[in-house]
């Protein structure tokens, strides 16, 4: 059963003692017609007692001393960061790792550059060694395998003295030296 | 830790108990024995809201405790413009919704994980014919589970209004809602309720 449309919120205003004297005229009018809403009203007004006495709800024994445990568990949280003030550890970490990585990196650079200038300065000294020596090696081997063809020679001798002309050839480097060595191969041969 | 008398209260003399406002001013100067005046006074009311929005007894008190540790956390926020009724029951029904946001999003997903051979089942209904019907704690558990059933909006203005006996006026404050807002759902929610329990309410 519905109330009336009309006075549906009226009736609920009325039930709590809300509604203005002009208001209250109009609906006690009202219902003296409306069996309805008189009918309403009253069901509204039980329903409310039974709401109003429902029997309280009491919290569980453990409810104080969880929420204390709580409270204590807060503080103790609360009190950390003031700890942390004469070691704030936690704040420095990002500081201190970006410091250590660019550290790194100009150590790495620093480190770098002597290196290898040093690198090819070798390199280069190296390289010069290498095309001077062979150079002068084969140039060598080319003219003891010349005079060996002209002289028509193969003997053990005569490899020996090439072996040891060359060997003595790769430690000198002067043209002198080589026409001096040149001079005694030609002398061993005849 | 709640019958303890706040040494505070020595400061200013007064042959009633402190109000709330007070309370909480002593709360925030330092004293703690104030707020364990406060948990006494509202611990049970609060869980009396809670459980009738919520339901369920121990989720009840876990919003019930989260509410005072806000309070315990944010008391420097009270401002003495307010009540401070109103402000712990702004606190507590803010948490509340949150929960039944949190119970609803639960809800979907888990009807949306059940598969299509899944069927649904009813529980079992309340014995609903006045003969049935034995006055005192079965009336009571048919009350709040109509209560419970409501949607939020109008549960929680019924629950302010006829269980908590707050003015339209507090409430307004507490829902942050205009007092017509206030009036117009209480009406709604009382004529759900009507509708459900009338043979309770035929006298």
């Not at chain 1, 009491?58 to 609360?78: A, G, N, S």
């Not at chain 2, 109103?86 to 994980?113: D, F, G």
Request: aromatic share 8%; glycine share 4%; charged share 30%.
């Amino acid at each position: 059963m519905a109330p009336c449309q009309r006075f549906a919120q009226d009736l609920s205003d009325f039930a709590d003692n809300e509604l203005d004297k002009i208001s209250k005229g109009r609906l006690t009018d009202h219902l003296n017609k409306c069996p309805n809403c008189a009918k309403y009203l009253k069901q509204i007004q039980v329903l409310r007692s039974y709401l109003r006495e429902l029997s309280p709800i009491k919290p569980t024994q453990e409810f104080v001393p969880i929420l204390r445990d709580r409270m204590r568990k807060f503080q103790q949280e609360k009190s950390r960061p003031e700890r942390t003030m004469f070691f704030p550890g936690h704040r420095l970490v990002p500081v201190l790792g970006i410091g250590a990585l660019s550290l790194l990196v100009v150590f790495l650079l620093v480190d770098q550059s002597p290196k290898s200038s040093v690198q090819s300065t070798r390199m280069a000294v190296q390289k010069s060694q290498s095309v001077e020596s062979p150079n002068n090696a084969l140039a060598l081997e080319s003219d003891t395998q010349d005079q060996k063809v002209a002289s028509g020679q193969s003997g053990f001798a005569a490899q020996v003295a090439e072996s040891d002309t060359l060997a003595r050839a790769d430690s000198t480097s002067n043209s002198q030296d080589l026409d001096a060595v040149r001079s005694r191969i030609r002398a061993v041969n005849y | 830790m709640l019958d303890k008398t706040s040494p505070m209260t020595d400061k200013k003399p007064s042959p009633k108990s402190p109000t709330d406002e007070e309370l909480i001013l002593y709360f925030q100067e330092g004293d703690v024995y104030a707020f364990e005046q406060i948990v006494h006074r509202y611990k049970e009311p609060l869980v009396n809201f809670i459980y009738h929005f919520l339901g369920d007894r121990s989720n009840a008190e876990d919003v019930v405790q989260e509410t005072f540790i806000r309070v315990y956390k944010n008391k420097h926020l009270y401002r003495n413009i307010a009540k401070f009724s109103t402000w712990i029951y702004t606190i507590a029904s803010n948490l509340a919704k949150t929960e039944l946001r949190r119970r609803r999003r639960r809800r979907i997903l888990s009807i949306s994980q059940m598969g299509f051979d899944d069927k649904d089942y009813d529980l079992p209904d309340h014995v609903k014919t006045p003969e049935g019907i034995v006055d005192g704690e079965m009336k009571e558990s048919i009350i709040r589970e109509a209560i419970e059933k409501l949607p939020a909006k109008f549960k929680e203005v019924v629950i302010l209004r006829d269980v908590q006996e707050f003015s339209y006026e507090e409430i307004s404050e507490i829902l942050d809602i205009p007092i017509g807002t206030v009036k117009s759902r209480v009406n709604r929610g009382r004529q759900r309720l009507q509708k459900k329990l009338q043979y309770l309410l035929d006298k």
